[in-house]
């Protein structure tokens, strides 16, 4: 059975930073690629960042610059660590994992029960 855990959400000002963790079990880490995805309220889930199983990365627009994913295969956990954070982050993110490189969460295998980021002005 596959599970998706994810932690490190929190409230934070603008400008500051998180770290989101997500430690993956039940299946074969280092074959899937791994992503977040963020939903806001009253919005759909939307893509935030990916990374392949030997470490390419595709983020959204909105974050690039300011967001970077990593992965620890022997430990089975990938990372998202968000800096310069903005109001408009605020949301549930939530952890994906997929054989395959999705970007469309509609298609995504596995999903983490996700964890709430919010960011104050």
Known sequence: QV????????????????????AASGLTFSTYAMG???QA????REFVA??????NTDYAD??????TILRDNAKNTVHLQMNS?????TAVYYCAADPLVVLNPLYVDYWGQGTQVTISS
Do not use: H, N
């Open 85 to 89: 954070l903005k109001v408009e982050d």
């Open 36 to 38: 977040w995805f963020r």
């Open 3 to 22: 599970q998706l855990v994810e932690s490190g959400g929190g409230l934070v000002q603008a400008g500051g930073s998180l770290r989101l963790s997500c």
């Open 62 to 67: 909105s974050v690039k610059g300011r967001f």
């Open 50 to 55: 990916v990374i392949t199983w030997s470490g």
């Open 41 to 44: 309220p009253g919005k759909e």
